[in-house]
């Protein structure tokens, strides 16, 4: 059992709550100190990105939050060493890797998930590397027991939908909505049923992300998922701050009430 399926199984059947942060942003050094705080404010789990010069599946502010990273000369190596000190503290918060299949591919497979296995990482979400396509990753993931966690759409049709539920591990992710990160309105009615639907192909948990904003929307969501993920709005909630002082308000006022409308459900 992988420590993903470990905390699933620990919550019993409390909603989980999934942020999203780019590491290094809004500075390096306020990283690892900025995942404690999303702990100590409800995080189950966090998903931390890799900056990447060309995040084409994330909307306007997490591209910010990435560009603005890469500026502060952060790259795959020192997003590993975060999650490394973050570990230091913090053992039983699973930690995964979001971003794009370019950098782990310059860095090689292996060598990346024995990096990733040593610094605590548990899992990872790579965009552009779907199922089909993952099979060299996978092999060395599982030698860990990393879990690969794939995306289910909106557009997916139903015979992807099976295959892709056969393949992954951790969680199924849903994006709610057509577009990029942050983008549109949810309509929740429509999601609920997907997720219903989709829940007979895999027993595997359900977390739903893309245009979950706030309490409501996560609560919204949350009548089918098993878990919600919020990363534009959270990063938005970041932008002006300068210090841990600052970020560590920012995310308390914005977690908390998300978290205690979540724990009512």
Request: hydrophobic share 45%.
């Amino acid at each position: 059992m992988s420590f993903i399926d470990q905390k699933f199984n620990s919550l019993a059947g409390k909603k989980a709550l999934i942020p999203f942060m780019t590491a290094g942003f809004p500075k390096p050094d306020m990283t690892v100190p900025m995942m404690h705080y999303l702990v100590e404010n409800g995080a189950d789990i966090i998903e931390l990105g890799m900056p990447f010069s060309d995040p084409m599946a994330d909307g306007p502010v997490i591209q910010k939050a990435s560009e603005k990273a890469i500026q502060q000369g952060v790259n795959l190596v020192q997003t590993l060493q975060m999650v490394s000190q973050f570990r230091q503290d913090n053992q039983h918060t699973p930690v995964v890797l979001m971003g794009y299949l370019n950098p782990v591919e310059s860095m090689g497979y292996e060598k990346f998930v024995n990096s990733a296995a040593g610094a605590g990482v548990n899992g990872v979400l790579l965009v552009d590397s779907p199922p089909e396509e993952s099979a060299e990753l996978q092999s060395h993931l599982k030698k860990h027991q990393l879990e690969q966690i794939f995306l289910v759409a909106p557009t997916t049709s139903e015979a992807r939908k099976k295959f892709i539920c056969q393949q992954a591990g951790g969680f199924i992710y849903y994006v709610a909505l057509k577009g990029v990160t942050g983008a549109a309105d949810l309509n929740p009615e429509i999601v609920n049923q997907e997720i219903k639907q989709l829940k007979q192909y895999t027993a595997l948990p359900i977390a739903v992300g893309f245009g979950v904003k706030d309490a409501a929307s996560a609560v919204a969501v949350a009548a089918q998922a098993d878990a919600v993920v919020i990363g534009s709005a959270l990063i938005q909630q970041l932008l002006g701050c300068q210090d841990k002082h600052s970020a560590k308000k920012a995310i308390s006022d914005f977690m908390r009430p998300i978290r205690l409308a979540l724990d009512s459900l």
